[in-house]
């Protein structure tokens, strides 16, 4: 497994929530990565962006200024810090890997195409 999701739970609208992403892919820091999620009977969409080295990160309108997403390469890992939930942001969220982009596009990012591995997933459930 390349790519493990983790921290997914239910937590009640306003509340917060981090969920991460383990990664086995080497050189790690050679990987873009992104959050995605899917609601049922929906299509995965794109939530979350970050470059290589951490220093550009993009987000879908619906989760700016929510939602923080952020990476350790030291400990391979990439995490997404959820504030102020609502529960429309009820879904199962993927990280997924694109290998050798050192790139800084917000429309790169958000093409699922674009991907070359995804985690598994975790649910993320948020009640009213």
């Known amino acids: 497994v390349q790519l493990q999701a983790s921290g997914g739970g239910l937590v009640q609208a306003g509340g917060s929530l981090r969920i991460s992403c383990a990664a086995t892919?080497?050189?790690?820091?050679?990987?873009?990565m992104g959050w995605f999620r899917q609601a049922p009977g929906k299509e995965r969409e794109f939530v979350a962006g970050i470059s290589w080295d951490g220093r550009l990160t993009f987000y879908t309108d619906s989760v700016k200024g929510r939602f923080t997403i952020s990476r350790d390469n030291a400990k391979n890992t990439v995490d997404l810090r959820m504030d102020s939930l609502k529960p429309e942001d009820t879904a199962v969220y993927h990280c997924?890997?694109?290998?050798?982009?050192?790139?800084?596009?917000?429309?790169?990012?958000?093409?699922?195409?674009?991907?070359?591995?995804w985690g598994q997933g975790t649910l993320v459930t948020v009640s009213s």
């Open positions: 997924g890997a694109i290998a050798g982009y050192f790139g800084g596009s917000y429309g790169y990012f958000s093409d699922t195409s674009r991907y070359n591995y």
């Open positions: 892919l080497r050189p790690f820091d050679s990987y873009a």
